[in-house]
């Protein structure tokens, strides 16, 4: 059974910083692309960063130069690192782990929320 699991979200002040983190089980966690999307209410769902098997990594523009995912392998965790967030940064984060040899093999986590306001 696969599981996603994310932590580190709340709820900080703008200009703040906050760290996600996601550990994966059920999954050859290396063989996977893993990214970081995000849904405001009212929105859709959005691709914030995306992080490869081989550790290209991907952002949205939006977030661009604020926030950095990166991935240890032996942890079989993907990290999303967010700083000067500002209150459109508000969201519930999700974990996504997709299969680079099989792109239907699509898991998701069940999303930590993220609060930007003073």
């Known amino acids: 059974q696969v599981q996603l699991v994310e932590s580190g979200g709340g709820l900080v002040q703008p200009g703040g910083s906050l760290r996600l983190s996601c550990v994966a089980s059920?999954?050859?966690?290396?063989?996977?692309?893993m990214g970081w999307y995000r849904q405001a209410p009212g929105k859709q769902r959005e691709l914030v960063a995306s992080?490869?098997?081989?550790?290209?990594?991907n952002y949205a523009d939006s977030v661009k130069g604020r926030f950095t995912i990166s991935r240890d392998n032996t942890r079989n965790a993907v990290y999303l690192q967010m700083t000067n967030l500002k209150p459109e940064d508000t969201a519930v984060y999700y974990c996504?782990?997709?299969?680079?040899?099989?792109?239907?093999?699509?898991?998701w986590g069940q999303g930590t929320q993220v609060t930007v306001s003073s």
């Open positions: 996504n782990a997709r299969a680079d040899y099989d792109l239907r093999d699509v898991h």
């Open positions: 059920g999954i050859i966690f290396r063989f996977y692309t």
């Open positions: 992080i490869s098997s081989g550790s290209s990594t």
